[in-house]
């Protein structure tokens, strides 16, 4: 099974502190793909990347940054955390134009 | 954002009940997906359709492709406890790539 692991499940983190939300799939994905979740919104797209060094805007990128320097490895940056930053984070990964595959998510709260 | 209108928004039902929820779009869509997402984990995927007109079964989840392929529908039969959680129906369109449309998920509640 495909496994999709994200580093930290619950985080807590001071307004204007960089965060990064790290994020590994283990089965030669070439998407990935990172969300956030928040009550009566769905999940919303922040960023997606094709290839390694390849990133792509979503719908809600402001505030937000990635890195994908191997193909495993998909990292999410806050460059400066603020409260209405707090949310549940998602991360998943899919090959071709399969499905995703989602990890248990990083319960971010920033204070 | 947004293009899948996913009802109803949140069900509570006796358990051995059937439920069924759906979504619509006025965009046409080549794949549907559903997902269920229990408190506190990610999103599992539970069906995968890729034909309209297609019907698949997973256990006691039924989903089809609409024909017109800007819907799709979930029924599960006789539920459990378990099935709590929150459903999310999700499309891929012929030009989106790889990106997948959510919609905004159906909260389900099962009372014993």
């Known amino acids: 099974d495909v496994k999709v692991t994200q580093s930290s499940r619950y985080l807590v983190k001071r307004t204007g502190e960089k965060v990064f939300l790290e994020c590994v799939q283990d089965m030669d994905h070439e998407n990935m793909f990172w969300y956030r979740q928040d009550p009566g919104l769905g999940l919303r797209l922040i960023y997606f990347s094709y290839d390694v060094k390849m990133k792509e805007k979503g719908d809600i990128p402001e505030g937000y940054s990635v890195s994908r320097e191997k193909k495993e490895r998909f990292s999410l940056i806050l460059e400066s955390a603020s409260t209405n930053q707090t949310s549940m984070y998602l991360c998943?990964?899919?090959?071709?134009?399969?499905?995703?595959?989602f990890g248990s998510g990083t319960r971010l709260t920033v204070v | 954002g947004q293009q899948l209108n996913q009802s109803p928004q949140s069900m509570f039902i006796q358990e051995g009940e059937d439920v069924s929820m759906n979504c619509t779009s006025s965009?046409?869509?080549?794949?549907w997906l559903w997902y269920k997402q229990d408190p506190g984990e990610g999103p599992v995927l539970l069906i995968a359709l890729y034909k309209a007109g297609e019907l698949t079964s997973n256990g006691r989840l039924t989903a089809q492709f609409g024909i017109t392929r800007k819907d799709s529908f979930l029924n599960i039969s006789a539920s459990i406890p378990s099935d709590v959680g929150i459903y999310f129906c999700a499309g891929r369109k012929e030009t989106s790539g790889s990106r997948l449309t959510f919609g905004e998920g159906t909260q389900l509640t099962v009372n014993p």
């Open positions: 998943a990964s899919s090959l071709m134009n399969y499905g995703y595959t």
């Open positions: 965009s046409i869509f080549n794949t």
